[in-house]
């Protein structure tokens, strides 16, 4: 038997068993692996850290994605920051509202990889007329777009290493706040609290968007193979409130079939616990 193992704290290792180790390849910016078992299905690393796999992407895809558009309804032009394997640019395409989708992520390599050994997210993303793809540092995408060009940004980042590094940072908030338009709202992948390095990432990046944004939360799902499978996504606004301003009805008129999310789920997500609530000074 073959085992991928993740290095989840200095004292806690999680594994999982593969039958075939699919595809390896060093990229210009990171190591991509892609793997195949019986449990999650195909899965990809890059540099030794799961990423995605077929079995609980859907967890992941919907709640990055959903919890936006039940607060704003209308929103239309979207961008994504990383999120290579498409798994968010499929879910954000469900809304015939949404005019334009760019997504700037660093490494051409994950999404092409993806098309290729993964469509459960990458299928079909590429052909949508509304998809731009913008393979650069999505921080340098952000520094050149025009201010309040966007209704709404998903940052589906790597951890804060190497390349990931600068969407953890105030200056890429910042620019983020400036190329959000008035209704805007920005989500970004937001670690987890419980094992020590990844909380302290999780309070790294609350303490900087809450130097910037006006209105800011910290939602929480479980993620099965993300380190200690507790992990979170921040939703900062300059207006907007997820739970003041959810629009259940609106977004129940989409009539989406969604596996994970719903307008429940949406309320309840936002409620902490109270460690967590302690760790990010709420
Ligand atoms: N949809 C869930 C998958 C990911 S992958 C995150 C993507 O972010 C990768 O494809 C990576 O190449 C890209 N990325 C990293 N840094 C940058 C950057 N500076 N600019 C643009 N794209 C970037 C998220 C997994 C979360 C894992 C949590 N443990």
């Not at 704003?72 to 290579?84: A, C, R, S």
């Not at 921080?139 to 709404?152: G, H, I, K, M, T």
């Not at 400036?178 to 970004?188: C, E, K, P, Q, S």
């Amino acid at each position: 038997m073959n085992w991928y193992t993740e290095q989840w704290s200095n004292d806690c290792k999680f594994s999982i068993a593969y039958d075939k180790k699919i595809y390896s390849e060093q990229s210009s910016f990171q190591q991509i692996n892609f793997y195949q078992g019986k449990e999650f299905g195909t899965f990809f690393t890059l540099d030794g850290l799961m990423m995605v796999n077929e079995k609980d992407e859907f967890i992941y895809h919907d709640m990055i994605v959903h919890p936006a558009f039940a607060t704003n309804p209308n929103i239309k032009k979207v961008l994504i920051i990383g999120g290579g394997d498409g798994g968010t640019a499929r879910e954000v395409l469900r809304y015939p509202n949404v005019e334009e989708v760019v997504m700037a992520e660093i490494d051409e390599r994950v999404f092409r990889l993806c098309q290729q050994y993964l469509p459960v997210t990458a299928r079909g993303v590429e052909e949508d007329s509304r998809m731009k793809l913008r393979f650069e540092d999505g921080l340098e995408y952000v520094r050149n777009a025009p201010d309040q060009s966007f209704d709404l940004i998903l940052v589906d980042s790597t951890d804060p290493v190497s390349v990931g590094e600068g969407l953890f940072t105030k200056p890429f908030y910042k620019e983020c706040y400036r190329v959000l338009n008035a209704d805007g709202i920005l989500i970004n992948q937001h670690e987890s609290p419980y094992f020590a390095e990844y909380a302290a990432n999780m309070k790294k990046a609350h303490t900087k968007i809450k130097d910037i944004f006006p209105i800011t939360h910290v939602y929480q799902y479980h993620m099965p193979t993300y380190p200690s499978g507790h992990w979170l996504f921040g939703f900062a606004s300059k207006r907007l409130d997820p739970l003041k301003n959810l629009n259940v009805k609106a977004w129940e008129q989409f009539g989406l079939k969604t596996k994970y999310y719903n307008t429940n789920l949406h309320i309840g997500a936002f409620g902490l616990p109270n460690y967590v609530k302690e760790a990010l000074n709420r």
